[in-house]
């Protein structure tokens, strides 16, 4: 066999790195820094993996997937032991959805916004993601609550949007926390809160982008593609695209139809639990090929098989 | 620069620095050096930030009596000499030297009092609040970086009566802004009047007393500094951040009531150095120029002068002044009108049948027409209908109406007006049951017996569109009053000087050549789907979606700097020819990740524009008959070059340099730089017959300009040839003149 030069791609830019945690004892993560496409390791430097966070619930989700209820059993009652399994499953980081906070469910407000993000502080040690229910004047509420009582301790705070995100910016400064900017899969928008929210005075290293995912089969490939689109935008030397990118994987891929419906499908969909674990893990496999830097996701078994994956691709 | 207020601001500052070094003498003697020195509020919640002004400024930490000396001695090396008669030289930069040293010398005194128990402020069984905790300061802060409290107020004095304070109270609270308060005149206070009033203070109603006399007001300068800190992530003891912070960040002013002495000028001097203004309520010399401030520096305006039926009115113009000198932005959360209003309505039909009032259309009159004013000439908010409203008409009668909008801003221009004008439609087909068809003197307006009968009138439209140009204009309009007429005769009056600005501004327009610029714009909103293209928009090309013109793009960076339509120098010219710039290429190059190299302004064959997607007509080179043809996205018909439209755009979209090949607006085709490189309209061999139909003044126009006053008629189109065999005969036949012309290839 004659030798093959693989040509390489030179990139000029490089992914803003963003830490996680690192202080009042709690351990600390360092996601991006990229100078290459994902895992092309011959072409630049991937210096951090992408990680996995796991999401907890300030409410026992008792509407979730049967699969899901029993992987977990009895913490689902107990947002604290919740997260200290989630640690045990092998969480790199714990994301903490303020369910409850969401108008259409209970409603609740800033106290219980602080208990909860309490909690799991005083439950885990690794870094934490707090995401409010995703209806703006609501994230405003909780997350400020949130971000006061991890004060120094840096976690993130999502949905950080065009709408509120003064808001969110302003406690991230005041607090030295880092703000997940959310836009709906649109690089321009991306780009613009990226912007906007450095104008307020938040330095590009306490930014995650979330550019909004989708589940496999569910535009994923528009997703991927605006990812990809803001990845090689950021090691083109733009700095205002060069966040780390943050997915929910596990949210998105149980919520369709393939993971949710037993009754009435084509037996060759297989097994219930077998397809709805690939929904989830090929979805974040395929978030982590676009560029994603952190993937939520929800079940253990998907979190063994998407970590194993990630080394994987992370051996040279 | 005012000499009068130099003078008295220094002269003040080095009386406040003296009395500062006497007391901290006296205090050293009485307490030692040791003693503690805290602010904390009158609820004894305190600060982690010492005395703020001083740890702004110098990074120095006051923690004990002992740690004051150093930053007064600092005081007085900044102070500079009172000036004489005969010197005519004060500068501004000698001012906010003397306003430093006066906020540093008010600081350290506060400190002192705090140390000997003075501190909050009591009187008359009143306890004032004395500087503002940083759990407030965290609580306030975030609502102003999040811009639902623009930022504070520092009323300093007594009002003209009790009334009058109240009422400015009120209207400060209404535009969102945090009231701070101290000072007095004659030992009367604003806060004597307040409470005398019963209007409650406290951090619970965004009013704060800080306390009786002028040192007081440097808790203000403190709050501001540890803004600063908490949100602009600023380390203390670097000023220069602190300051501009404060200017672009925190919109803050001083409201001097009644009359000024030296202190109050020195301190005033020191808020100038954050970047606030004064506003003075009685006879001072102004500082207009911008130089520190945003704005202008000092501006009086004496109450009893101030245009107003009563008092209550001079109250509300002073706060409009003062809003307007620190340039606060004022956003209206919901269109105030008795239907409902979004997007939802915007293509709504109103039918005959439930047709309640009706202006313009067939037979009718009815035009919209924006102006820009001085901002002395308009008042915000001020809606006025002139003749009958539409109660006084019969359903379904035709109504004249002429609809007015007088708009002012600072960053306001006369070439915006056309780009305003044209959002009344956007703006008010948001509301139920109203229908809006049509721009200029075509408009044609119908209201619903809906929306009639659950309350909507004539002035409601001038709620709608003060609403929203603050809203959405809100960077470029700081003013916007309405005057609707229904008056048949004053209508007709009116339409015939809106005749005239619309000519007006047609033939600017017209006038707007490429060469008159040396700035272009780019467009890149599309490339979400396609993110290798870049529009480059210059006067004489709109973007080739036909949404925006240069103007547009120009109005669109003012509004949202940070948005798809970003200024794009010309720089230095390559080719005047085919219109190649050094800066157009570079920004092209960069913007299209690197994708597009070159690009020419005027030519087809040589490295033309590329394409996103959403070009309103495609060209393309027909070789055989040694022209172009020009295809519209209406028209689904086959064409001479074998492709129709959509089969077209798989070649020409996605940001792809295609030469020959060519997305562009219909409006192009009128263009004085229509594919000059190439001939220009004479080689225009084939066009969609609905561009012919829809521009068929403009383009008989411009073919007589071209020369050849026949040559739509030489022009095939999808009913006289879908095929090159078919396009030849007729070319020849009626002598086209691309068939002589050079070369294209």
């Keep these: 066999m004659p030798e093959v030069e693989v040509p390489a791609e030179k990139w000029t830019g490089k992914v803003h790195e963003v830490t996680l945690g690192g202080s009042n004892g709690r351990k600390s993560v360092v996601v991006g820094g990229e100078t290459a496409l994902p895992f092309l390791h011959f072409e630049g430097a991937m210096p951090n993996k992408p990680l996995i966070a796991i999401e907890v619930q300030d409410r026992n989700p008792t509407d979730w997937s049967p699969h899901l209820i029993s992987a977990w059993g009895d913490v689902l009652a107990d947002t604290g032991a919740w997260a200290k399994k989630a640690v045990e499953y092998g969480a790199d980081i714990i994301a903490l959805r303020l369910r409850s906070a969401h108008p259409e469910e209970a409603d609740t407000g800033a106290d219980e916004a602080r208990k909860s993000t309490d909690k799991v502080l005083s439950a885990v040690d690794i870094p934490v993601i707090i995401l409010g229910p995703g209806v703006a004047e609501k994230d405003n509420k909780v997350l400020v609550a949130a971000s006061e009582v991890a004060k120094g301790q840096r976690i993130a705070l999502g949905n950080c949007e065009e709408k509120n995100h003064r808001t969110i910016a302003a406690s991230c400064i005041a607090d030295g926390h880092v703000a997940i900017a959310k ?30 995912t989708g589940a496999l089969g569910y535009g994923i490939e528009y997703c991927y593609s605006v990812m990809e689109r803001l990845r090689l935008a950021a090691l083109g030397g733009d700095k205002m695209a060069a966040m780390p990118m943050f997915c929910t994987a596990g949210e998105e891929s149980w919520r369709q139809k393939e993971s949710k419906v037993t009754e009435g499908v084509p037996p060759s969909w297989g097994d219930h639990l077998e397809r709805s674990l690939s929904w989830e893990g090929i979805t974040a496999v395929m978030l982590l090929n676009a560029g994603a830097n952190i993937v939520v996701l929800r079940h253990p078994a998907t979190v063994t098989l998407v970590k194993a994956t990630i080394d994987k691709l992370m051996a040279t | 620069m005012s000499r009068f207020i130099a003078t008295s601001a220094i002269r003040g500052a080095h009386g406040v620095v003296t009395k500062a070094e006497e007391m901290l003498k006296s205090a050293l003697d009485k307490h030692g050096e040791e003693a503690s020195v805290a602010f904390v509020d009158k609820e004894g919640v305190g600060s982690t930030f010492f005395l703020p002004v001083i ?126 308060l101290s000072g007095s005149n004659n030992g009367r206070s604003i806060v004597d009047q307040l409470l005398e009033e019963g209007v409650d203070l406290g951090y619970h109603t965004f009013t704060v007393p800080f306390g009786t006399d002028t040192e007081a007001t440097v808790y203000a300068a403190g709050y501001a500094s540890r803004a600063a800190f908490s949100f602009g992530n600023v380390e203390p003891g670097n000023f220069r951040e602190i300051l501009l912070y404060n200017k672009f960040r925190c919109f803050a002013f001083a409201l001097c009531l009644g009359p000024m002495d030296d202190l109050k000028w020195a301190t005033g001097a020191g808020a100038i150095t954050y970047g606030f203004p004064a506003i003075l309520d009685t006879v001072a010399p102004n500082i207009l120029p911008t130089g520190i401030t945003k704005y202008e520096h000092v501006v009086s305006m004496p109450f009893d002068d101030i245009p107003g039926k009563d008092d209550m009115e001079r109250a509300e113009r002073l706060i409009q002044r003062c809003i307007e000198v620190r340039g606060i932005k004022i956003k209206i959360p919901s269109v105030p009108i008795p239907v409902a209003y979004g997007p939802a309505f915007e293509g709504e039909i109103v039918r005959r049948a439930d047709l309640r009032a009706e202006f313009g259309g067939k037979g009718g009159i009815c035009f919209e027409w924006l102006s820009m004013k001085d901002p002395d000439e308009i008042e915000d908010g001020k809606f006025t209908v002139v003749g009958p409203d539409i109660d006084s008409f019969e359903a379904g009668t035709k109504i004249p109406l002429a609809i007015v909008v007088e708009v002012a801003g600072r960053k306001m221009q006369k070439d915006f007006e056309p780009v305003l004008e044209r959002q009344i439609h956007h703006f008010t087909n948001g509301a139920e049951g109203i229908q809006h068809v049509g721009q200029r003197d075509i408009t044609w307006i119908r209201f619903s017996k809906g929306a009639v009968e659950k309350g909507f009138t004539l002035k409601h439209l001038g709620d709608i569109l003060h609403t929203n140009y603050h809203n959405d204009f809100g960077a470029i309009v700081d003013k916007i009053q309405v005057t609707i007429y229904t008056e048949q005769a004053k209508v007709e009056e009116l339409i015939k000087q809106a005749r005239d600005v619309y000519r007006e501004r047609d033939i600017r327009m017209a006038g707007m050549t490429d060469e008159s610029v040396d700035t272009y714009y780019s467009c890149t909103l599309c490339q979400s789907f396609a993110p290798n293209h870049v529009c480059i928009i210059n006067p004489e090309r709109t973007g080739l979606c036909g949404a925006y013109s240069w103007l547009d793009c120009r109005a669109a960076y003012e509004i949202k700097p940070t948005g798809p339509n970003q200024p794009v120098p010309k720089g230095k010219c390559l080719d005047p020819v085919k219109g190649v710039w050094e800066g157009v290429n570079s920004f092209v190059y960069e913007h299209s990740q690197r994708s597009v190299e070159r690009f020419t302004v005027y030519s087809l064959m040589d490295a033309p524009m590329t394409t996103c997607g959403c070009c309103e007509c495609n060209m393309v080179v027909i070789p055989e008959a040694n022209g172009v043809m020009i295809v519209s996205r209406d028209d689904y018909s086959m064409t001479p070059c074998g492709m129709t439209f959509t089969t077209l755009m ?39 017959k609905n561009v012919k139909e829809e521009f068929a003044e403009e383009l008989k126009e411009v073919c007589e300009r071209a020369g050849v006053p026949d040559l739509i008629d030489k022009m095939a189109d999808g009913t006289i040839a879908i095929t090159v065999d078919e396009l030849l005969p007729f070319l020849e036949e009626k002598g086209h003149p691309a068939l002589t012309m050079e070369s294209l290839l």
């Design chain 2, 650 to 688: 798989g070649t020409i979209g996605g940001g792809q340099q295609t030469p020959g090949m060519m997305g562009h607006s219909k409006r192009y085709v009128l263009s004085n730089k229509f594919i000059p490189v190439e001939g220009g309209i004479k080689r225009l061999v084939w066009l969609s």
């Design chain 1, 183 to 212: 836009t709906p899969i649109e690089i321009n928008l991306a780009k613009q809160l990226n912007i906007l929210l450095c104008d307020v005075g938040l330095s590009p290293d306490s930014i995650l982008m979330d550019p909004t």
């Design chain 2, 55 to 180: 740890y702004g400024y110098l990074g120095h930490k006051i923690e004990k009596l002992g740690d004051m000396a150093w930053p007064l001695e600092h005081a007085r090396s900044l102070l500079p000499p009172v000036p004489g008669d005969n010197l005519w030289l004060p500068y501004l930069g000698e001012l906010a030297d003397a306003g430093v040293a006066t906020l540093f010398a008010e600081e350290i005194i506060k400190g002192i009092e705090f140390v000997e128990g003075k501190q909050p402020e009591v009187r008359n069984g009143f306890t004032f609040n004395g500087p503002i905790s940083d759990v407030q300061t965290r609580s306030w802060g975030i609502q102003m970086v999040d811009g639902s409290m623009p930022g504070f107020a520092a009323v300093i004095g007594a009002a003209k009566s009790n009334a009058v304070a109240v009422k400015i109270v009120r209207e400060l609270q209404s535009k969102g802004q945090l009231v701070f």
